[in-house]
């Protein structure tokens, strides 16, 4: 079989991130228990983070999706602030997002060939792997895989197609990724029925019209079909619900159609270059559990206030190494509290993205209710949230619109 020979092909000696619980998510209704929620955002190189998950999870988790740097030779930034509309760049600023820079071709290869390694050990024996890539780097990184999970595991090669504006003159339009689906073992899973889309309506006028016309096979029209591997969802730019400002973010029907096709409910779904949470996000929706980990504290951010959004719960980690502990409220931001409801002054309220009440007990945040700013909003979140626990003292944590976390202490 062919292998790829490029320098840095090594699996480093794995070091293990020291993983410091930051905060937990209940979201209202949800009463906060002792035992925490299986899912986990963890904040950290996701080397160091898989390596740290490895004794609890290898072997267990059903479905990874993997959209990591293309090699693209570019540095992304998001945009942060007061919605993130490009006609109106007064509201907005930029923010670092993420780096997609390497000294060589080989460089980002060394990078991602343990990250594949470590994610084939922790998928289940009949879990699905699908690499997110684009025409950068997907030959090369087809030709790991299939020698990391043999050949005959690739599943699918499937194209995402999309539209969008292009600079480029002297070429056709590039307007596809690639998404190679592989899987560990004969028996993984494929839930066709819950990816079903319906026929082309002339497809469903000429069956009508004539039932000979498939030539004896009369398709189950109701049922719909299998889509094919090549599927066409609007890029994130368009999709105006969707948009956080974080950059190269994947729209949720693209990972809806994933998540469907390849898990079932209770099952573990992860995601270790999660950006901006869109598979945490999807995966909550649909009643998975989730480990989902990135580098950057914009995207742990980012996706935090989404999946508060999409009131999941969950807990908040990150290496010992990255973690920055809250700076207190500035005076002029104190909460009022009364009858059982706590209310921000609109100095504080104006800065926010989102803002929590809960407890704060040995360094941890535990949130039992979550304010937050519509995506792209001018109006700031709302101004008062319920505090029920009479038998703790309140905390209340702000996110800012620059990401700086905030904290107040009863
Ligand atoms: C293409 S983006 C992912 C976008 C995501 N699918 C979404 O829908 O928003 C790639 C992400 O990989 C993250 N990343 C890059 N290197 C990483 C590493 N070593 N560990 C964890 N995350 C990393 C970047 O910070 C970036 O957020």
Not at 21 to 45: C, F, K, T, Y
Request: glycine share 6%; net charge positive.
């Amino acid at each position: 079989m062919p292998q790829l020979v490029f320098s840095g092909k090594q699996i480093p000696p794995l070091e293990p991130a020291s993983l410091r619980l930051e905060s937990v998510v209940w979201p209202p209704g949800q009463s906060p228990s002792d035992a925490l929620p299986p899912n986990r955002l963890l904040w950290g190189d996701n080397l160091a983070i898989m390596s740290a998950l490895l004794p609890q999870y290898e072997g267990k988790i059903r479905l990874i999706y993997a959209d990591p740097p293309f090699f693209t030779n570019r540095r992304y930034r998001a945009r942060v602030g007061r919605g993130e509309d490009s006609r109106k760049p007064e509201t907005w600023r930029l923010a670092e997002g993420y780096a997609d820079r390497w000294a060589s071709l080989d460089d980002y290869l060394a990078f991602l060939y343990p990250r594949l390694v470590l994610m084939h050990r922790l998928l289940a024996p009949n879990g699905t792997f699908y690499l997110h890539l684009d025409w950068h780097a997907a030959p090369y990184a087809r030709v790991l895989l299939d020698e990391i999970f043999g050949p005959k595991r690739l599943i699918n090669e499937i194209v995402w197609v999309y539209h969008g504006p292009s600079p480029i003159k002297r070429a056709f339009n590039r307007k596809h990724d690639t998404i190679l689906m592989y899987a560990k073992g004969d028996d993984y899973m494929f839930n066709v029925d819950a990816v079903r889309v319906p026929y082309n309506p002339n497809t469903v006028a000429t069956f009508r019209s004539s039932p000979k016309a498939g030539f004896g096979k009369v398709p189950d029209l109701a049922r719909g079909k299998v889509p094919e591997d090549w599927w066409y969802f609007p890029v994130v730019a368009r999709l105006h619900r969707e948009r956080t400002g974080y950059p190269t973010q994947k729209p949720e029907a693209l990972l809806e159609r994933i998540v469907l096709a390849s898990s079932q409910e209770g099952d573990w779904v992860a995601d270790f270059f999660c950006g901006a949470g869109t598979t945490a996000v999807v995966a909550n929706r649909l009643g998975r559990r989730f480990l989902c980990a990135d580098a950057t504290q914009q995207a742990i951010q980012t996706s935090r206030l989404r999946l508060m959004r999409g009131q999941a719960a969950f807990a908040v980690e990150a290496d010992q190494q990255l973690y920055r502990p809250p700076q207190p409220f500035p005076a002029e931001w104190t909460p009022a509290v009364e009858d059982g409801w706590v209310s921000l002054p609109q100095a504080a309220l104006a800065q926010a993205e989102g803002w929590e009440v809960g407890y704060w007990t040995d360094g941890v945040f535990y949130s039992t209710a979550q304010a937050v700013r519509a995506p792209r909003a001018t109006e700031p979140p709302p101004a008062r949230l319920p505090w029920k626990e009479k038998n703790r003292t309140l905390a209340v944590r702000l996110t800012a619109l620059d990401g700086a976390v905030w904290l107040w202490q009863g």
